[in-house]
């Protein structure tokens, strides 16, 4: 009897637990879940499990030889499980259950997958096989075009060239607008020292070209929409040790040769004049405080650093070819370019 009072127990205990599970529903899903998997195992159990084994019955009276003894009681069978019983663990059981009824977890894990692409580096345009703005090994930023370095572009006047010596030595302007050699002077300002290797313009024009084997190629517009082009088989720019000085040669196109004149000259800007006139700066007195390779200055044949105009006015010529255009006739746009093989 021992056994039954055990069973009845437990199985009041189990159903204790459903009926309060759906009075709370709280866990309604989980519920559920608890009784399909008790009552699964329970019924498992009552199928492969026989109750108690029953007393043993009491021997009857022993008889004659001749008279059969009396049977004895049948024994008491043990109880069945109408629910299913708990087993011999009933710890684990009532683990079980309460590991369904765990409320599910409220904390969202989130994986963040951060990009870390950057540029890529190259030792030069030439060994680039895409266009625009790229990283060289040495950390310079150049914009790429066909295997060619630019350097210089006018194309509206939105960016000043009327700039002093330090601009164009270490470079200024944007590289999807108008520049000089460098994405933005910005990056060099906030560096130790103007003249490194994170730096653009004239510092490393001549860091790229001083091994040799450069070719340079200018690309002129005019208002109308007309379009010359002048190649140069051989150019590099001197150290700043040496002004900059322009070293080129080897001319064809159709623009006219508007760069051999510059050829051997220094670099002058409004506040450094490296020119060869005797009495004024080139740079501010003619072409409008830039930056150019400047020999006496009416004799110069280009000067594409010049301020951005229509129409010439005094001694401000624009941005000139001379030998396509002449002084007084600016041109509207201009791309200047090299590669070295």
Not at 115 to 131: E, G, I, P
Not at 169 to 182: I, S
């Amino acid at each position: 009897m021992k056994r039954s009072s055990k069973s009845t127990m437990e199985r009041r205990m189990i159903l204790l637990l459903l009926v309060v599970c759906y009075v709370t529903m709280t866990y309604s899903q989980q519920c559920r879940q608890v009784m399909t998997t008790v009552c699964d195992d329970e019924v498992s159990n009552s199928r492969m499990q026989k109750g108690d084994k029953g007393d043993t019955g009491r021997s009857g009276k022993a008889g004659s030889p001749e008279v059969k003894g009396e049977v004895g009681e049948k024994g008491m069978q043990g109880d069945s499980c109408a629910l299913g019983s708990l087993g011999t663990d009933i710890i684990s059981r009532l683990a079980k259950i309460e590991k369904l009824l765990s409320p599910p977890s409220t904390t969202t894990t989130t994986t963040t997958i951060v990009a870390t692409t950057s540029a890529s580096r190259v030792t030069s345009c030439a060994t680039s096989s895409s266009n625009g703005d790229q990283v060289l090994t040495s950390g310079v930023e150049v914009y790429c075009e066909d295997g060619w370095t630019v350097f210089q572009r006018r194309i509206d006047g939105t960016v000043s060239f009327q700039r002093g010596w330090d601009d164009y030595a270490n470079g200024f302007g944007q590289v999807d607008g108008e520049f000089w050699l460098g994405k933005s002077i910005k990056s060099c300002f906030e560096n130790i020292s103007y003249l490194n290797a994170n730096c653009s313009g004239l510092d490393n024009i001549h860091e790229m070209t001083r091994g040799g084997g450069c070719r340079l190629k200018i690309e002129l517009w005019d208002f109308d929409g007309n379009q010359r082009h002048a190649n140069y088989s051989s150019f590099s720019v001197d150290s700043a040790e040496k002004s900059y000085r322009l070293l080129i040669s080897g001319y064809s196109g159709n623009a006219g040769d508007g760069m051999s004149y510059h050829n051997n000259k220094p670099f002058s800007a409004w506040d450094r004049d490296n020119d060869l006139h005797r009495t004024v700066n080139c740079a501010s007195h003619y072409g409008g405080n830039q930056g150019w390779w400047f020999g006496d200055c009416l004799a110069s044949s280009s000067a594409l650093n010049g301020v951005w105009m229509r129409e010439s006015t005094g001694t401000a010529h624009g941005v000139v070819w001379e030998v396509w255009k002449g002084w007084h006739e600016p041109l509207k746009a201009t791309n200047m370019k090299f590669r070295c093989d």
